[in-house]
């Protein structure tokens, strides 16, 4: 459901340049003109620009140009998400959704950021979060056993691929859950759980899109900014519509249903590649066939076929 503050922002877009009174949005939303002027106050205060007109009302001028919790509110077209809350800055958006999984929040439940401060990346390492990304944690309560969350991965990176396409940007999939524009990282996916030996209690899935270049951005990033002109709020709603979609054929139909729009879009099948764990032993190096219906990546060695089920893949030179 979307918050009041949002419905605001959406009759103040809806109204354009004819502009919308005070007392026309006190009476649309049953509330009071002053609760309507706090609310004005609230969205001039996170970037939006109104003018108020006398005998006119508020006029829109401007959308704010950075990541806002309310703007991505509006934007988003899912009913799939419960909540969206979030700062211009935290430590991290995932640990933040962690603290609302362990309260018992709904699925559906997300935390954005315009920046991070203690971003966190695969593997144990730092995600570099300046302004000018999106930065996005949602909570699910996927109903299956540990073992089966490991395709969740590959399906999460899918949604985030659906929702950076309806923005017209190109994406390749790199397995297990990268992002990439033309080989080069867009996005990355940092999945955390919480679960019983079997039953999972809730997976917090977090995501950074390199939206705008800034000068903390790492050098080899590819930015949404080459191919489409959408706000780090954009970005950050047509990700999670895309990842709402994702998440739906995967409780649905399982990863299986998915392999295929997975496949058509992996930038590495045919490719030579070493798959190393955490602490950086070799687990599998050969030919990529492709994924299997548990998303584990094929990697076809000179005696066998190994299944992958998760590791860190670099191209063998
Ligand atoms: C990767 O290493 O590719 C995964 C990067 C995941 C980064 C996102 S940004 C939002 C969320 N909060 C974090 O601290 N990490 C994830």
Same mark, same amino acid.
């Given at each position: 459901?979307?918050?009041?503050?949002?419905?605001?922002?959406?009759?103040?877009?809806?109204?354009?340049?004819?502009?919308?009174?005070?007392?026309?949005?006190?009476?649309?939303?049953?509330?009071?003109?002053?609760?309507?002027?706090?609310?004005?106050?609230?969205?001039?205060?996170?970037?939006?620009?109104?003018?108020?007109?006398?005998?006119?009302?508020?006029?829109?001028?401007?959308?704010?140009?950075?990541?806002?919790?309310?703007?991505?509110?509006?934007?988003?077209?899912?009913?799939?998400?419960?909540?969206?809350?979030?700062?211009?800055?935290?430590?991290?958006?995932?640990?933040?959704?962690?603290?609302?999984?362990?309260?018992?929040?709904?699925?559906?439940?997300?935390?954005?950021?315009?920046?991070?401060?203690?971003?966190?990346?695969?593997?144990?390492?730092?995600?570099?979060?300046?302004?000018?990304?999106?930065?996005?944690?949602?909570?699910?309560?996927?109903?299956?056993?540990?073992?089966?969350?490991?395709?969740?991965?590959?399906?999460?990176?899918?949604?985030?691929?659906?929702?950076?396409?309806?923005?017209?940007?190109?994406?390749?999939?790199?397995?297990?859950?990268?992002?990439?524009?033309?080989?080069?990282?867009?996005?990355?996916?940092?999945?955390?759980?919480?679960?019983?030996?079997?039953?999972? &209690?809730? @997976? /917090?899935?977090?995501?950074?899109?390199? $939206?705008? *270049? !800034?000068?903390?951005?790492? #050098?080899?990033? =590819?930015?949404?900014?080459?191919?489409?002109?959408?706000?780090?709020?954009?970005?950050?709603?047509?990700?999670?519509?895309?990842?709402?979609?994702?998440?739906?054929?995967?409780?649905?139909?399982?990863?299986?249903?998915?392999?295929?729009?997975?496949?058509?879009?992996?930038?590495?099948?045919?490719? &030579?590649? @070493? /798959?190393?764990?955490?602490?950086?032993? $070799?687990? *599998? !190096?050969?030919?990529?066939? #492709?994924?299997? =219906?548990?998303?584990?990546?094929?990697?076809?060695?000179?005696?066998?076929?190994?299944?992958?089920?998760?590791?860190?893949?670099?191209?063998?030179?």
């Amino acid at each position: 459901m979307k918050s009041r503050r949002s419905e605001i922002a959406s009759a103040l877009v809806a109204a354009g340049s004819s502009g919308i009174s005070g007392e026309r949005l006190a009476n649309t939303f049953g509330v009071s003109r002053v609760a309507i002027g706090k609310h004005i106050s609230a969205l001039r205060e996170v970037g939006y620009t109104l003018d108020a007109v006398r005998g006119e009302g508020y006029h829109l001028t401007s959308l704010p140009p950075g990541l806002v919790p309310v703007e991505v509110e509006r934007l988003v077209t899912d009913a799939f998400w419960t909540s969206i809350d979030g700062a211009e800055e935290t430590g991290s958006t995932n640990d933040d959704c962690k603290v609302l999984a362990r309260a018992g929040a709904a699925e559906g439940a997300v935390v954005v950021a315009a920046r991070q401060t203690a971003g966190k990346g695969r593997l144990g390492r730092t995600w570099v979060s300046p302004e000018g990304g999106a930065y996005l944690s949602a909570l699910f309560r996927p109903p299956c056993a540990p073992a089966e969350v490991a395709s969740l991965a590959p399906a999460c990176a899918l949604g985030v691929a659906y929702g950076l396409e309806a923005l017209g940007v190109p994406c390749s999939l790199k397995w297990p859950n990268d992002v990439h524009i033309n080989g080069r990282k867009v996005a990355g996916i940092l999945l955390e759980m919480s679960a019983e030996t079997d039953r999972v &209690e809730w @997976v /917090v899935a977090g995501i950074g899109v390199n $939206v705008h *270049a !800034s000068a903390d951005s790492p #050098g080899d990033a =590819a930015f949404v900014e080459e191919h489409s002109d959408a706000s780090p709020s954009t970005v950050a709603a047509a990700v999670l519509d895309g990842l709402a979609r994702a998440y739906r054929e995967y409780t649905e139909a399982g990863f299986a249903a998915m392999m295929a729009a997975y496949e058509s879009r992996h930038a590495l099948n045919g490719a &030579e590649v @070493v /798959v190393r764990d955490r602490m950086g032993a $070799v687990v *599998a !190096s050969g030919v990529v066939e #492709g994924i299997d =219906a548990l998303g584990r990546l094929l990697v076809r060695g000179p005696e066998a076929t190994t299944p992958v089920v998760a590791g860190e893949v670099t191209l063998r030179s």
